[in-house]
Structures are given as structure tokens and as C-alpha cells.
């Protein structure tokens, strides 16, 4: 069983940033993908950004250039660097982890679907 937690939402201005942490608990295969999804009001739920073991990366093209996705070494902490933030950006931001390897030829995002594992969620918002 896996167990995510997420903290650092909050509140920022306009171009300000914020640096979103996901702690894993548990036990994640050596091959796995672990992901960040945001859920604004009255919308679908949509894939932020991507990593998968390999340290490969993937990115929503509303995020590309301002958002950092990495993890730490022993692969305990997820975390979402985010810069220049917008009012758009404003959601529910939430970690998500499978077992399964994630590695797409054309570094498309992993559907929510392919995940087993989310946290609670953090709340992100941003005002103009």
C-alpha cells in the first residue's frame, strides 16, 4: 500500500511561486510514475506534469517552462517547483503514484486513469 501526502499550497500573487511536496509512504516498485493533477471548480480534473523512474519527464503544454516536476534520491518526496503562476493556474493540486512504468514515444501525460495512488490534495491559488 501506498500512501501520498501533499503540503506547500497556498495563496500567491500573479507571476509569484510556490513549491508543491508530495511525501510517499510505502513501498513504490523500482519501475513506477508518479504524477501531478489539478482540479479547478466545475472542471475535469487534468494532468500537470509526469516522471517516471528513469527520471523521464512530461509536461501539460500550459505548464511547460514554468513548472519543474522532480523527485528526491531515495524517492521518499515528489515535488512540483512552480514559477510565474497565473490566475489560471488556480486548483486543487493533487500527487499520484502507480506501480506501473510510464513511458510514452511522444512524452504524452499519463491519463488520471493509469494511477492507483492519490493524496488529499493542496489547494493553489493565485490572484491577479
Known amino acids: 500500500q501506498v500512501q501520498l501526502v501533499e503540503s506547500g499550497g497556498g495563496s500567491v500573487q500573479s507571476g509569484g511561486s510556490l513549491r508543491l511536496s508530495c511525501a510517499v509512504y510505502?513501498?513504490?516498485?523500482?519501475?513506477?510514475?508518479m504524477g501531478w493533477f489539478r482540479q479547478a471548480p466545475g472542471k475535469e480534473r487534468e494532468g500537470v506534469a509526469a516522471?517516471?523512474?528513469?527520471?523521464?519527464?512530461s509536461y501539460a503544454d500550459s505548464v511547460t517552462g514554468r513548472f519543474t516536476i522532480s523527485q528526491n534520491n531515495a524517492k521518499t518526496t515528489l515535488s512540483l517547483q512552480m514559477n510565474s503562476l497565473k490566475p489560471e493556474d488556480t486548483a486543487e493540486y493533487y500527487c499520484a503514484a502507480d506501480h506501473r512504468y510510464c513511458s510514452d514515444p511522444s512524452n504524452k501525460l499519463p491519463m488520471s486513469g493509469y494511477f492507483t495512488y492519490w493524496g488529499q490534495g493542496t489547494q493553489v491559488t493565485v490572484s491577479s
Open positions: 510505502g513501498y513504490l516498485t523500482a519501475t513506477y510514475c
Open positions: 516522471i517516471n523512474s528513469s527520471g523521464r519527464t
